[in-house]
């Protein structure tokens, strides 16, 4: 495995087991980590991002289950050099959640009820601490203040004894971080951390992760559907449609030379300035297909202006590597 | 979440289902509330019709069958011949060998045939229509009374007291929840869209109410009912007293969607395309929490059903020569005729039976009561 | 916190005088007075009944004077004397009849609520947590059931099935040998082997009705993101469970109290005809019967007093356990 690499997702089948049938959440998806980078996962609402972060840390909720598909951490710490697959562990296996919150930790979209309202903000900090550390005792409540204060948090002495509802967003979003960070992870999932953010706040957060990304050089996972974050955070761009991941680039190929059809359409839809007035903006025919029922062959293919019959809904297209560092699945772009 | 958005199904015509068919489609996928819905549509069908269906007058009372145990459904003839048409053993009395006291035995030398379609004894069908065809008996009815389900401690029929009492406890769980129903919708109404002190006044009226003891607060107010009130106005009465307490569930959902219904879109862009505030109410509000209302009345009806058998059960509430279902549990008070007629407990197995068919068909309409829901 | 509880007691007082009208309002609802009925009765027992002494008996207890002074009369001696009128049935004082009663009712529906705590919270967090697993349907079902049998026609078949088939009575709180007895430890065991027939009664259907609660709230917690906050922190599944979403959900069971409590003591009420025991029940339903009105209104301001007690103390309690609530 490539030194460089944190994790490494490969072909990840996780699947919904409903009433009405099997959804393939995360179909097949494969994608890399780069440690100390921040790989953008982009996609609209229910393209599977969310449940490919879920899968990382093996808590899909039911009636989900990671069907098959290899998820390797790649641990590298002083002599310790080892691999884990993560697809092989059960989710309550101890090693498992000795991963959670310490090395891989994840930062959700509702900082509101994201905290137990009846825990203080404190008492949830420090229970990271003592999961992991039992022997910690004494220290952690001054390294829970410490992370509070790096995080920007005003009054930390006053405000570790507030409960959630006491907080603003913004500041709720803080103690998420802190919470997050608190163990210096390898990796932190941020799961649309400012979505329900207004915007200056927004600004705010994600300037506070690029510095504690900076600080404590760990790579960010950092799931979104606004592409204007993910021009500004990521290093590398994953695009995720129907389960499956379309196009995987550096963040500069994605805007410049975005490939798959998809990408491409989603970029057109995007409101410009510099655009004539009076142009219509342009939206991606059709709808989402039902994900109980996921079409044959390339998933974009019912939307596609580039569709080709016989090919495109037969034939599932493999990954294509059109410049170093970018690939694409569409059949325009194979031999 | 962004994954978990469960596909709602892939037939178009879902998407242009009225509200009430989506609603019967997801009520119609609970099995169980269906049957209950079954079940009650016979219970009640036998309460409207209780003198065409039950075998015998309800106050006819002989001496000879005091006490006298349910008949068995045999389909095996003594010689051991099979019959499909079920027949009953006829009765008779003797000594009981241990006790010498006389008992009310099976006389398997008299074998009466059950058919339906039988004369039986005469009725007038609610106060109208003279009759004596009832739906199933025996052939020698006028002799020999059927008893199905027992006799009680006057010899009477306790299967045709039993469907009558069905006409009043059942009557008066739904006449409960008319009442309960309009004080609800009104006050709920009120206090809902109206807000400020009024609404603050309400919900405490209601809080208390709901604070108090049920029983001790309607025994005390069934006292104070006139004493020569006629058996129909003591019912009305009753009805009232046990809606007092009714009404504050249901004012408490009116008042609720009121209030969440205010804040929603479809509510201000009536407003703002300037509809008049009575058709807001009844043309957009009232509508889209009529089905939550239906739900909530179903549950509410085994509470009066309950009320009412636990008042007269404690000789308070109707009074003999009325028959309800509580006015025959009272024949059970008394440990030692359960103990020598275990079948006077009977009323208390149709009360529950009842109770548990609201309960299974309310909680499967209010499942379906948000048809848009996952 | 405190400001909270100062409002909530503040709140009793008008609740409570609200209830001293209504049972006011029903005291004086049956026509005639208590004088009238007092001098019926004299003459029905062959006595003679003067006006003198009729009119002395009205000046006495303040019949002459107009109904609100009458009102304020009565609960001023409420407050100041704890007398609560004459039984005219029993011709004692209402006090001296219902103390140990209104005790027993009280015994009775304190060790109800503890035992269906006992049983409700551990199977509400089993059913939700392995929510549609056999166990859980046949709770819910059993819960259904419950929910559906009145208290007082299970009191009646269990006395009918413990009779017939073992020979028992259970009715009553004592055994024969006891019941005058002083207080011993063998009376007390004997207490014991009775009351919990009415203790188990009574749970049935409340036990019912807060394993849904209990089911449903927390069903609804573990949908809450602060459950995956917790997991992906890395803690296990059941100490996750019970810091967090019980923890929260404990908030509807708490305020259950507030209507578990006037549910036990009208279920009381009912069941003590059927096993005959020493509560208020029976006492009421004889003065109801002969319109013994002072007495029976009494129970009545008395039973409702502690409901209200109840809704006061589960709105504490509510405050001690949710932040939300404190520190509004």
Known sequence: MDPGILIDIQHLHTNFYLREGVVKAVNGASLTIAKGRTLGVVGESGCGKSVTAQSILQIVPRPGRIESGDILLHIAEGDLDETINITDLNPGDPLMRDIRGSRISMIFQEPMTSFSPVHTVGNQLEETIKLHQPKSGDEAPARVLDMLRRVGIANPERNVEAYPHQLSGGMRQRAMIAMALMLEPSLLIADEPTTALDVTTEAQILALMRDMQSELHMAIMFITHDLGVIAEMADDVAVMYLGRVVEKAPVRAIFHSPKHPYLQALLESIPRIQKRTGARLQAIEGVVPNPLDVPPGCPFHLRCPDFMPGVCDEVVPPDVTVDEGHTVACHLYTE | ?374 | MWKFLLQRLLLFIPTFLVISVITFVLIQAPPGDYINSYATQLEASGEEASEALLLALRKRYGLDQPVYIQYVKWLWGIFTRLDFGHSMQWNRPVGDLIWDRLAWTVLISFLTIIFTWILAFPIGIYSATHQYSGFDYSFTFLGFVGAGIPDFLLALVLMWLGFAFFGLDMGGLFSEAFRDAPWSWAKFVDMLKHLWVPVVVLSVSSTAGLIRTMRANLLDELRKPYVITARSKGMTEWHLVLKYPVRVALNPFISSIAYVLPQLVSGTTIISIVLSLPTTGPIQIRSLMSQDMYLAGSIFLLLASLTILGTFISDILLAVVDPRIRLE
């Open chain 2, 1 to 374: 979440m962004t994954v978990a958005t469960p596909p709602k199904s892939a037939e178009a015509n879902l998407y242009t289902a009225s509200q009430w068919q989506l609603m019967w489609w997801r009520f119609s996928r609970h099995r169980v509330a269906v049957v209950s819905m079954i079940l009650l549509v016979f219970a009640y069908g036998a309460a409207l019709f209780a003198e065409f269906v039950s075998p015998h007058d309800p106050n006819r009372f002989s001496s000879s069958w005091v006490l006298a145990p349910p008949m068995r459904l045999h389909f095996t003839r003594p010689d051991g011949s099979f019959s499909l048409r079920p027949f009953v053993y006829g009765l008779t009395s003797a000594r009981d060998e241990e006790t010498l006291a006389m008992v009310v035995v099976p006389d398997e030398t008299q074998v009466h045939p059950i058919r339906f379609w039988v004369k039986g004894d005469p009725y007038t069908l609610w106060g109208q229509f003279d009759s004596d065809l009832h739906l199933f008996g025996i052939d020698v009815w006028a002799e020999q009374p059927l008893f199905l389900l027992g006799a009680d401690d006057l010899g009477r029929d306790l299967f045709s007291r039993i469907m009558y009492g069905a006409r009043i406890s059942l009557s008066i769980g739904l006449l409960g929840v008319g009442f309960s129903l309009l004080f609800g919708v009104v006050l709920g109404g009120i206090s809902g869209y109206y807000g400020g002190l009024i609404d603050v006044i309400i919900q405490r009226i209601i809080e208390l109410l709901r604070s108090l003891p049920t029983i001790p607060l309607w025994l005390t107010l069934v006292v104070i009912l006139p004493p020569h009130w006629s058996a129909l106005r003591v019912y009305f009465g009753i009805t009232l007293i046990l809606s007092l307490i009714g009404w504050t569930g249901m004012a408490r959902v009116v008042r609720g969607r009121f209030l969440a219904l205010r804040e929603e879109d479809f509510i201000m862009a009536a407003r703002l395309a300037n509809a008049p505030q009575m058709r807001i109410i009844m043309r957009h509000m009232v509508p889209s929490f009529t089905s939550h209302l239906i739900a909530q009345m179903t549950l509410a009806v085994p509470g009066m059903i309950l009320g009412e058998t636990a008042l007269s059960f404690l000789g308070l509430g109707l009074q003999p020569p009325v028959v309800s279902w509580g006015v025959l549990l009272q024949g059970a008070q008394n440990l030692r005729s359960v103990v020598l007629a275990p079948w006077l407990l009977l009323p208390g197995l149709f009360v529950v039976a009842v109770i548990l068919a609201f309960n299974f068909a309310g909680d499967g309409l209010r499942d379906a009561a948000d048809p848009y829901a996952i």
